[in-house]
């Protein structure tokens, strides 16, 4: 799958999938950046590069041990590394931009209002309005 380099950073326009979900796909993956012509002609190539290169997950492995989010116990095995700043829009990949989550809780993170941040070395989750608004 192709995806303008625009519609990746921003999240909006047209493409196949949702741009959103394009980019939560991205957000862990293999990277083939390729320079389109006119007629959407292949004009460069580059290198393929991971998102997440295999030493940072496992250091992240090391400090999130499972899926990160609260009451998530799922290995390892099946997380993405997520970008919590997305690496398209300029957030590092390194581990206080990075959170372990299950398949399941990386699209939650995603789609809905739910935030991450990393607090004193610690993932810290932090639900939506609405969902605030909710249980108090
Ligand atoms: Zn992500
Ligand atoms: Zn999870």
Redesign the pocket.
């Known amino acids: 799958m192709t995806i303008d380099w625009h519609t990746l950073k921003t999240g909006t326009g047209t493409t196949e999938l949702a741009p959103s979900a394009i980019?939560?796909l991205a957000?862990?993956a293999k990277v083939l950046p390729v320079v389109l012509g006119s007629n959407s002609e292949p004009l460069d190539i580059g290198r393929i590069s991971y998102t997440v290169p295999p030493h940072l997950r496992r250091a992240l492995i090391v400090r999130d041990k499972h899926c990160a989010f609260p009451g998530c116990r799922r290995r390892p095995s099946t997380c993405?590394a997520?970008?919590i700043t997305?690496w398209a829009n300029g957030g590092d990949t390194a581990l206080t931009n990075l959170v372990l989550?299950c398949g399941m809780h990386?699209r939650l993170?995603?789609h809905s209002g739910w935030t991450v941040r990393i607090t004193n070395g610690r993932p810290e989750f932090t639900p939506p309005n609405w969902l605030r608004r909710r249980q108090t």
């Open positions: 980019r939560r957000c862990d993405h997520h970008h997305h989550l990386h993170i995603h």
